[in-house]
């Protein structure tokens, strides 16, 4: 079905920022924060590379992921224009949406708590108008077409085109071209000319001092479940309200990340398409069933449902970090929750051969993560590194072959730190995707 989509030539952007302060005024957005930004490629001007400009907002995709990562059912898709829009009344401002898109579209409204983004203009397209970011554009490079031909974007730097259908199309510089080259007319030359407009960072993350509650659930998760595990085999002994108090603090904690908390509820909505949804369901079953067991002290095959529950949501929380890390595709951390809590469950039920299987495979993705990071160039943090490797694989090493006491005691301790530090690295290191991000690497490729 042929729906309206945005149409963006590099060729005749120079990059004044005029559909940016559209969008501004249209929407009344803060002179900081635009749905659509313009983005520059090469600002260094590296002789090698490419010099253009990127105006970029939602896509709206066809196979929009921020819709079916949304755990509150947030989303929905205008039927007479094919935008995606946010329903304010059910956003929570969790921020996966942004996480998943590789576009850099939903942003964090913090003085509302709730997610926002570009509505394509829905109500001036109904109204048979144009987008404001397109009929403010003096050069016309940003347009209105429709997606009736399909387009592909394979060859614009800057652009990933991830499969989700975006209802955009790019017109890359021609063949030969460095640079844009346009022809103005004198009057629109000296309105650009006369433009000097601050450009919006586009560079985003995952920020520590933001989410330090999910760095710490995310720590202390495995850790519960291995604990629990080891409990059937008579070798731990967890008293049922400690067990059931700290998992409902963590949950508290990790509901801090929430923009707006009194409609954390919703979060359990998307359970069909997001692994935060179903993370989030998995865990308090988990406690629930955890502590049934553990209270009435039940035959050891009434554990089995809270260890599926608890192992379900570990696998959960792994897929939801594994599917926001862009550009370097599917992969296993060594930070991985469920294979941190079978290292646990091995230590804990006294299973060495468990737990010195689990430490290789451990040690081996630890390390093929920083080759990777080294090839692409990613920044490299010694002490957190060396800290990891010495208390998180040496240490165990030694405790395991020594025998010693002094190390049996250190064991946990030290495994405990080095995860922690391991958490830290796995959330300074995950990529969001994003075109800035994109012309980054593609100008990197381009140059090398």
């Known amino acids: 079905m042929s729906r309206p989509a945005f149409h963006f030539d590099l060729n005749r952007c120079t990059g004044c920022a005029a559909c940016q302060v559209a969008c501004i005024i249209e929407n009344q957005l803060p002179w900081d924060r635009s749905w659509r930004k313009v983005l520059d490629a090469n600002p260094e001007g590296a002789p090698a590379a490419p010099t253009y400009h990127l105006s970029m907002a939602c896509n709206h995709c066809e196979t929009a992921v921020c819709m079916k990562a949304c755990p509150a059912l947030a989303y929905s898709r205008d039927h007479v224009t094919g935008a995606l829009l946010i329903d304010a009344d059910k956003c929570i401002g969790c921020s996966y949406c942004s996480w998943v898109c590789p576009y850099d579209a939903p942003s964090v409204n913090h003085d509302r708590g709730i997610m926002e983004k570009c509505t394509f203009c829905a ?21 209105l077409t429709s997606t009736e031909s399909g387009f592909t974007h394979q060859n614009v730097e800057g652009f990933k085109d991830a499969g989700l259908g975006p209802a955009l199309e790019l017109i890359p510089l021609a063949q030969g071209r460095r640079r844009p080259e346009i022809e103005l007319d004198p009057a629109t030359a000296a309105l650009i000319s006369e433009m000097s407009l601050p450009r919006i960072s ?3 993350g995952i920020s520590l001092r933001k989410e330090w509650t999910l760095l710490l659930f995310t720590w202390l998760a495995p850790l519960m479940v291995g604990l629990f595990s080891a409990v059937p085999s008579r070798q731990t002994d967890v008293p049922p309200l400690a067990f059931a108090g700290a998992g409902v603090l963590l949950m508290l904690l990790a509901s801090l990340h929430l923009g707006n908390k009194a409609r954390a509820w919703r979060v359990i909505l998307g359970w069909r398409g997001s692994w935060l949804s179903r993370e989030i369901i998995l865990w308090p079953a988990f406690l629930g069933a955890g502590f049934i067991y553990l209270q009435w002290q039940l035959p050891t095959a009434w554990a089995i449902p809270a260890l599926l529950l608890g192992a379900g949501s570990l696998f959960s929380m792994d897929r939801l970090y594994t599917s926001i890390d862009a550009g370097r595709g599917p992969r296993l951390p060594s930070s991985s929750t469920l294979l941190t809590a079978l290292f646990y469950l091995g230590i804990f039920t006294g299973s060495m051969g468990l737990a010195k299987s689990v430490l290789a495979a451990k040690l081996l993705l630890y390390l093929a993560a920083k080759v990777r990071a080294a090839l692409e160039g990613r920044s490299f943090r010694p002490g957190l590194s060396l800290t990891r490797i010495f208390l998180g694989f040496l240490t165990p090493a030694l405790a395991f072959y020594s025998q010693s006491p002094a190390f049996a005691m250190l064991l946990i301790p030290a495994i405990l730190v080095a995860e922690f530090v391991d958490r830290m690295e796995f959330y300074f290191d995950l990529e969001l995707g994003s075109p800035k991000g994109q012309m980054e690497r593609d100008n990197r490729a381009f140059q090398e």
């Open 202 to 204: 586009a560079t985003r």
């Open 123 to 143: 109500p001036r397209l109904a109204d048979g108008k144009e987008p404001a970011c397109v009929s403010w554009c003096p050069t016309d490079a940003l347009g």
